[in-house]
């Protein structure tokens, strides 16, 4: 079995805190950005406009919902078939033949 470095361990850990913390940070941050330029919106916009807006919103975060990491697995699939066919692209020519 493999040790693992202790120190490797805690660092990894620390990191994943800052990473949580932040995103938290962001979280927090912009839900009161939205909840502090709410009358704003509404003085500009009116509230026909500020209705658009919050229907667009919601359709985003439908979407984003219904999205259920197929972007992702995606991404994977198009990045493995690639790598295939780049494999079998390199592995058709002679190994001293240049196509540079």
Same mark, same amino acid.
């Given at each position: 079995? %493999? @040790?693992?470095?202790?120190?490797?361990?805690?660092?990894?850990? =620390?990191? #994943?805190? /800052?990473?949580?913390? %932040? +995103?938290? +940070?962001? #979280? /927090?941050? @912009? &839900?009161?950005?939205?909840? #502090?330029?709410?009358?704003? $919106? !509404?003085?500009? !916009? *009116?509230? /026909? *406009?500020?209705?658009? /807006?919050?229907?667009? &919103?919601?359709?985003? *975060?439908?979407?984003?919902?219904?999205?259920? +990491?197929?972007?992702? @697995?995606?991404?994977?699939?198009? &990045?493995?078939?690639?790598?295939?066919?780049? =494999?079998?692209?390199?592995? %058709?020519?002679?190994?001293?033949?240049? $196509? $540079?």
């Amino acid at each position: 079995m %493999s @040790s693992v470095d202790p120190i490797v361990v805690i660092a990894n850990r =620390r990191r #994943l805190f /800052i990473n949580m913390l %932040s +995103g938290t +940070g962001c #979280l /927090i941050i @912009s &839900a009161a950005l939205a909840f #502090l330029l709410m009358p704003f $919106y !509404l003085r500009y !916009l *009116g509230a /026909i *406009g500020f209705g658009v /807006i919050g229907l667009i &919103a919601i359709l985003m *975060g439908f979407t984003a919902i219904m999205d259920l +990491g197929l972007t992702a @697995s995606v991404n994977r699939k198009i &990045a493995r078939v690639l790598t295939r066919l780049i =494999r079998l692209r390199t592995e %058709s020519f002679p190994p001293d033949f240049n $196509y $540079y």
